[in-house]
Nanobody, 123 residues
Framework: QVQLVESGGGLVQTGGSLRLSCVAS????????MGWFRQAPGKEREFVAA????????YYADSVKGRFTISRDNAKNTVYLQMNSLKPEDTAVYYC????????????????WGQGTQVTVSS
């Protein structure tokens, strides 16, 4: 069992920045690849970024590539999402998720989910 808690959301203006954090419970954080997803009102959940357990390829949605950066600190059981140059279309609830061992980008394949943190970008 893994519990995930997101934080760092808020209200920002277009062009602003936020850093989201996701803290995982337990001692086996490094057994999981981590992902970030988001869901805007009335829309389906979409993939944002994913980070492998250790070294390897990092994946980003085309819509955030060059603006968002995912990182992790296994010693702190934490994954981050640095969001720069925010746009109104980035407004959504952001969720972190954990997938056992391997990196994936499909939300239905993830094993554990946080409760989400709201990001609102005003024009």
């Amino acid at each position: 069992q893994v519990q995930l808690v997101e934080s760092g959301g808020g209200l920002v203006q277009t062009g602003g920045s936020l850093r989201l954090s996701c803290v995982a419970s337990g001692r086996n954080f490094n057994m999981y690849a981590m992902g970030w997803f988001r869901q805007a009102p009335g829309k389906e959940r979409e993939f944002v970024a994913a980070m492998p357990r250790f070294g390897g390829s990092i994946y980003y949605a085309d819509s955030v590539k060059g603006r968002f950066t995912i990182s992790r600190d296994n010693a702190k059981n934490t994954v981050y999402l640095q969001m720069n140059s925010l746009k109104p279309e980035d407004t959504a609830v952001y969720y972190c998720a954990a997938h056992f061992l391997t990196i994936v980008t499909i939300d239905s394949e993830y094993d554990y989910w946080g409760q989400g943190t709201q990001v609102t970008v005003s024009s």
